[in-house]
T-cell receptor, first 115, second 114 residues
């Protein structure tokens, strides 16, 4: 089945710097890759996603890139702010037919933005 | 903006007792999911549900677990005989159409088994 690896497990940056979180997946047929932000004690919230027919997607300070050949995708946050501090999870959905879209999550990255 | 809701927010139970966790998905959504997150760990898939039946379940979702959509709005997860290791945050999620679309998560139910 699909396996998602995520690195680093913790990341500390200064306010205003950029942060990059990387994930790899194992099933080359997976074609949907969302990123979730989870603040302490709260629900995971979708912040951006990318489908396999697109190489990059951007939404203000957040961007995601996808390399299908290498089977990895990355989250980029520019001009980080203290409110970006949270745990970020990448995920993949295995191909349709064997599943109904259940998300396979990475282990998460705890991002700390220091003022 | 419509949201997935879950009740209760926190459930404390004795080992061996049955618990029912409740979820109200977003009203026009067709696909429903349960996930769990043990403290400090990643979110893990339990089960997906579509058209009033289970679509897929993980190895975690054994015979102690069941799901039901008893009416047009609620989606429940039942754990028949809770174990200590069932202590976790349980999240319900829903998505609108084809399962590839965004999944929206509820606020979670924290289950504590004593």
């Amino acid at each position: 089945g699909e396996n998602v690896e995520q690195h680093p497990s913790t990341l500390s940056v200064q306010e205003g710097d950029s942060a990059v979180i990387k994930c790899t997946y194992s099933d080359s047929a997976s074609n949907y890759f969302p990123w979730y932000k989870q603040e302490l004690g709260k629900r995971p919230q979708l912040i951006i996603d990318i489908r396999s027919n697109v190489g990059e997607k951007k939404d203000q300070r957040i961007a995601v890139t996808l390399n299908k050949t290498a089977k990895h995708f990355s989250l980029h946050i520019t001009e980080t702010q203290p409110e970006d501090s949270a745990v970020y999870f990448c995920a993949a959905i295995p191909p349709y037919g064997g599943s109904q879209g259940n998300l396979i999550f990475g282990k998460g990255t705890k991002l700390s933005v220091k003022p | 903006e419509p949201e997935v809701t879950q009740t209760p927010s926190h459930q404390v139970t004795q080992m061996g007792q049955e618990v029912i966790l409740r979820c109200v998905p977003i009203s026009n959504h067709l696909y429903f999911y349960w996930y769990r997150q043990i403290l400090g760990q990643k979110v893990e898939f339990l089960v997906s549900f579509y058209n009033n039946e289970i679509s897929e379940k993980s190895e975690i979702f054994d015979d102690q677990f069941s799901v039901e959509r008893p009416d047009g709005s609620n989606f429940t997860l039942k754990i028949r005989s809770t174990k200590l290791e069932d202590s976790a945050m349980y999240f319900c999620a829903s998505s609108e159409t084809e399962a590839r679309n965004e999944q929206f998560f509820g606020p979670g139910t924290r289950l504590t088994v004593l």
